[in-house]
């Protein structure tokens, strides 16, 4: 019995310092500042505020992915990826993509919109509601060898073979 107390303990401590991503725009529900101005969408295309703590050691760059497994493509949408990002950063601030403030020498990629920065929710009229997944990766590299014009399957790869840990959340939109 005693030992079930000191897993208990033990694993406490460990879930009090793991990698975290939060925002203070964002909570379970997108809004009309985050959704597109295309695609038949009208909203302000506002990039959201993310920040994140307890970056996993050894952690030399960042990256985020905004991603939506609900889009009817049949291999999802990618709406915003940011890399090389400083290992000293811990926050992007609200819409960074469209005022240019992202942290120096962060770099953002194509998205599936067909052009690099931010591209908000645009879920089809009348479908359910979808998923959009916010991921802060830590990386091991202090950065990716690729251009704003590359597209988002080769930097997800690259994204992918250097995560040491990421943190998640997801948020939901849906159009009337």
């Known amino acids: 019995m005693k030992y079930i107390w000191i897993l208990m303990i033990i694993g406490s401590f460990l ?4 990698f975290t991503l939060e ?9 009309k500042a985050q959704e597109f101005d295309g695609f038949g969408c009208s909203g302000q295309n506002v990039s959201p505020e993310l920040h994140w703590s307890h970056a996993p050691k050894g952690t030399k760059s960042f990256a985020i992915t905004v991603y939506d497994p609900d889009a009817p493509t049949g291999s999802g949408w990618w709406h915003w990826m ?12 609200a819409d960074a993509s469209a005022k240019k403030a992202l942290p120096k020498g962060a770099l953002e990629t194509t998205t599936d919109y067909g052009y690099s920065g931010f591209g908000g ?6 479908d359910k509601a979808h998923r959009y997944v916010f991921t802060v990766h830590a990386l091991d590299v202090e950065s990716l060898p690729v251009k704003a014009e590359t597209k988002s399957a080769v930097v997800g790869f690259m994204i992918n073979k250097h995560t040491i840990q990421k943190a998640s959340m997801i948020s939901y939109y849906q159009r009337d």
Request: proline share 10%; aromatic share 0%; with cysteine.
């Open 23 to 31: 925002s203070d725009t964002l909570k379970g529900q997108m809004s």
């Open 82 to 93: 940011i890399v090389n990002i400083p290992a000293d950063t811990n926050k992007i601030v």
């Open 15 to 18: 879930q009090a310092d793991s």
């Open 121 to 126: 929710a645009c879920p089809p009229q009348g």
